[in-house]
């Protein structure tokens, strides 16, 4: 449970920033994670765009390149 | 004349060099696109040894920026009450990119502000990138050099002044 009075202080706008930053990381990091495991399990393009709330096209344009571990050398 | 032509040669292999290396530190960073810090790291790995020398002459180790960067996203994740080791748990480095180069807007900023002043260049110097870095007030380059304890407008005096050396001998 996040404590909301550990927040970054609305009046600081440097540490507000700095945890959008990582929290964008984190998000980006986890939603690559998500995606590598769901084509390893079959999951078509479609599918992930759905189950992420975005268009197939903007799916594959920003995570196209995500490896499944099974490509070719 | 020949020494301009022969700056402007040597300019192209060093700005190459900066984008492969400031894209191979955002892959290895788990990022996708190389931001202002990413090229700060670039700049180290530059032969020319100034962007090194001029953190050294204000006392500060170059080698630890990186580890200031990573905690710039650990100490985010904190600061909204997350685990901050959270930051190091997907952080797997990115694949090398199919499309042409592109670097995020803080990179971009980078090599605009080296275009801008490409005329003063002879030639190019790591040094350069950092004067620019250190002459950004804000995002993870500057965050990470405030951690470091760096003045950053020390940092580009020092930078400045290794320029003028370099390009009077």
Known sequence: MVDLNTLPDPDDPESGFAAVIALRRLADGLERRAVRSALRQGWSWVRIAQALGVTKQAAHKRLSDVPTGDETP | MFSSIKARFQNIGTIKALCEGAERHAREDGQRDAGAEHFLLAA????????RRAFAAIGADSAGLRPAIERQYADGLKLVGLDPTLSDVFAAPAPPKQKLYDAAPSGQAVMQALAAERVGHRPLLG???????????????????????????????????????KQAS
Not at chain 2, 44 to 51: H, I, K, Q, R, S
Not at chain 2, 137 to 162: C, E, F, T
């Open chain 2, 44 to 51: 180290f790995d530059l032969p020319d040894g100034t962007a």
């Open chain 2, 127 to 165: 040094a350069h990138v950092v004067d620019v870095v250190a002459g950004m007030p804000h995002g993870v380059a500057a965050r990470a050099l405030r951690v470091m304890g760096i003045d950053a407008a020390a940092l580009q005096a020092a930078a400045l002044n290794i320029i003028r050396e």
